[in-house]
């Protein structure tokens, strides 16, 4: 166990609907990264917070958005969805906001299915 | 742009030793990692090596980097069935925030 939850573990919703991803970071950890995991893009960066702001971003669609809360836990946002949007998502946590060897811890993920 | 380049798959048998290769493209990275994915399950980072190092051992974990070929690699040592999985290798660099890019992933299959 990481320590970095993730509800729900399991969503199936349908085209053009939107959900929310939510994390819950490791005790202390102040950033928080989100990727997408599918079989044909692999493992994608998506974006980071750290203690409220962003940071960085990857490859994260403008129907995307994210945020992180003064409890630092994130929510993941993903509007207007597609098929192809089915995947895995990841959110993992650090320290720090990326200085040192900036160990990331996983979470279990996210399936989400759009039919 | 920056690119992790890994091989799909690896097969040994069990105490074997197994060698999983990595190239990648971005000459600036700071840290290069390797994680290991376990059926329905989250990534786990099983080592890392700061770009300016050539080696790191960690009991049966042995990582060499080729900067100059921009190639990395982790030998596992004594190999179980229990290292079955999917090993990626990954590059990441801090600019005031940390951006990670991930190689596609090698399955590494180990035969009892």
């Known amino acids: 166990d990481s320590g970095v939850t993730q509800t729900p573990k399991h969503l199936i919703t349908a085209t053009g609907q939107r959900v929310t991803l939510r994390c819950s970071p490791r005790?202390?950890?102040?950033?928080v990264y989100w990727y997408q995991q599918s079989l044909d893009q692999g493992l994608q960066f998506l974006i980071q917070?750290?203690?409220?702001?962003?940071?960085a971003k990857g490859n994260i669609l403008e129907r995307f958005s994210a945020q992180q809360f003064p409890d630092l836990h994130s929510e993941l946002n993903l509007s207007s969805l597609e098929l192809g949007d089915s995947a895995l998502y990841f959110c993992?946590?650090?320290?720090?906001?990326?200085?040192?060897?900036?160990?990331?811890?996983f979470g279990p993920g996210t399936r989400l299915t759009v039919l | 742009g920056e690119d992790v380049e890994q091989s799909l798959f690896l097969s040994v048998r069990e105490g074997d030793s197994s060698v999983i290769n990595c190239t990648y493209t971005?000459?600036?990275?700071?840290?290069l990692y390797w994680y290991k994915q376990e059926p329905g399950a989250g990534l786990q980072l099983l080592t890392y090596?700061?770009?300016?190092?050539d080696m790191k051992q960690d009991q049966r974990l042995t990582v060499l980097l080729n900067k100059k070929d921009k190639h990395l690699s982790l030998r596992i040592a004594d190999t179980q069935t229990g290292d079955s999985a999917i090993y990626f290798c990954?590059?990441?660099?801090?600019?005031?925030?940390?951006?990670?890019?991930f190689g596609a992933g090698t399955r590494l299959f180990v035969k009892a």
């Open positions: 993992a946590s650090s320290v720090t906001s990326g200085s040192g060897s900036n160990e990331q811890f």
């Open positions: 005790s202390g950890d102040l950033s």
């Open positions: 917070y750290y203690n409220g702001e962003e940071r």
């Open positions: 971005d000459s600036s990275s700071t840290y």
């Open positions: 090596i700061f770009s300016n190092m």
């Open positions: 990954a590059e990441g660099d801090y600019t005031g925030g940390f951006k990670t890019i």
